[in-house]
């Protein structure tokens, strides 16, 4: 099953007991309210997913603004984008 406008740029699939997103992270994004970090991607709160019983779904993606450090590598633990 396949949701559908739930939110601009998420695409969800759901097979079986697992849900699968797909969300597209070379969007340029916005500045966040709080001016550090830069958000990709938002749900804007919590979204029903049709035909799944009481489950809702709220997903917040974000790119730290760090100043001090310019650098492409990833943060220890964290894979690359």
């Keep these: 099953m396949e ?3 739930l939110a601009e740029g998420l ?4 097979e079986g007991n697992k849900l699968f997103l797909e969300i597209e992270l070379d969007e340029v994004g916005r500045l966040a309210k709080s001016g550090k970090s830069i ?9 029903r997913l049709p035909g799944a019983d009481n489950i809702k779904l709220s997903i917040n993606i974000i790119k ?15 894979p690359p984008f």
């Design 3 to 5: 949701f559908k406008n």
């Design 11 to 14: 695409n969800l699939k759901k």
């Design 39 to 47: 958000v990709v991607f938002t749900t804007s709160g919590f979204v």
């Design 64 to 78: 730290p603004i760090n100043k001090s450090k310019q650098s492409n590598q990833p943060e220890p633990g964290l």
